[in-house]
């Protein structure tokens, strides 16, 4: 059976003395999440949570001692790229767990095969409708859209009680915004709005004049689009060019700093539902704040919190796993360490950037506090910023 651990180091000094030493090696947690494409928009903020949490918890010993070492795999923007991704992770890599995919649509390709072979997966970003319910292996920490989308539509009418009349616009070929817009298609019509009119596009499209015309020709006063940050960020930008004034809601897609030089100054005002708050009050969040705002300056975006909390739950899932076992996770053999982590991690709940949160039998997060946030840019359009709003 193959061991994680045990290797001997040959320590070699400059005098010229040998020692044996007994070193256990870093336990391998997989990251796939984008590096490239559009997609890396979000993955790149995702790699730096994860990296922060990797430097924090192996400050806090690891898991009891033995530190973790983060394994990165880019999956690109598409299903393929997170398949083989995913593949690598498992097979090559012997990772005990994944944090990824970035996309639901990645997910929906890529999970099953990690679900397969017994392998946990943590979404960081995943939150589409069954997400959780492609299997026993597959959690996420990213709450769902149909818990988060609301707010944003009451913060809308918070700001405007006139609004009666809705445009909603949504990616179709990306998983993530068709499952958001029948969210924001049920609150509308819960709230006793009317949807007067529903465009589609796809994540691929640059031009949006269609759809953005038929927005003007509906006279509405909120614009709701479920789709990514660069085709999300576009179709805003030439809306609001071609003449809208009322307010605009953004999803899940448009939660990223990196949205900011797609749209400008037009990317002013948009209203996103958050599942992060830089201002939760608790130790995990504090020094995740602390180490972000040390590295770059300014709060750290959802993306990189929730990214933070994936592989928090395999840090502390690896440790309740070597508490189970009365076992050092590198004496099990890897088979056992995935199905008793996976086991592990929807036990007992975690204190997070996040707050604190729980993943149910399904692997779905249970999360208390939802935020909603609103862009502001600069008057030069190019500095923006999520202003938390009340
Ligand atoms: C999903 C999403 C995207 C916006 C993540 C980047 O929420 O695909 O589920």
Known sequence: MRKLGGITLLLTLCAGTVYAENVAPPIPVGIAVAQT?????????QIIGAKI??????IKKGVNGTPIKLVTQD???????????????????????????????????????????????IGPSN???????????????SAPVAKVAPYAVKQALKQNQKIKRVAILYAQNDAFSSSETVTFQETVKNMKLETVTVQKFMTTDTDFTTQATAVLNAN??????????????????????LGYKGIVIGGNGFNTANVFSVCGSNCDGILVAQAYSPEADNPTNKAFVAAYRAAYKKDPPQ?????????????E????????????????????????LNKALRKGSYITPLGEISLDKEGDINQKTF???QIKMDSAGKVGKFVIVK
């Open 37 to 45: 494409s559009n997609v890396a928009l979000f993955g790149q903020e």
């Open 53 to 58: 949490a990797e430097t924090y918890f192996n």
């Open 75 to 121: 999956t690109g923007g598409d299903e393929a790229g997170a398949i083989n991704a995913v593949q690598n992770l498992i097979s090559k890599e012997k990772v005990v767990g994944i944090v990824g995919p970035t996309l639901s649509q990645q997910a929906f390709g890529a999970d099953p095969i990690a679900n397969r072979l017994q392998v946990p997966v």
């Open 127 to 141: 939150t589409a409708k069954g997400v959780p319910q492609i299997g026993e292996y597959i959690g996420r920490v």
């Open 220 to 241: 509405v006063d909120l614009v709701i689009v479920s789709g990514l940050a660069a085709d999300g960020g576009n179709l805003v930008k030439q809306l609001r060019q």
């Open 303 to 315: 993306f990189s919190a929730q990214a933070f909390t994936a592989v928090q739950v395999f840090v």
């Open 317 to 340: 899932g690896l440790r309740k796993v070597e508490a189970a076992t009365k076992k050092k996770i590198t004496q099990l053999d890897l088979a056992t360490v995935r199905t008793e």
């Open 371 to 373: 935020y909603v946030s």
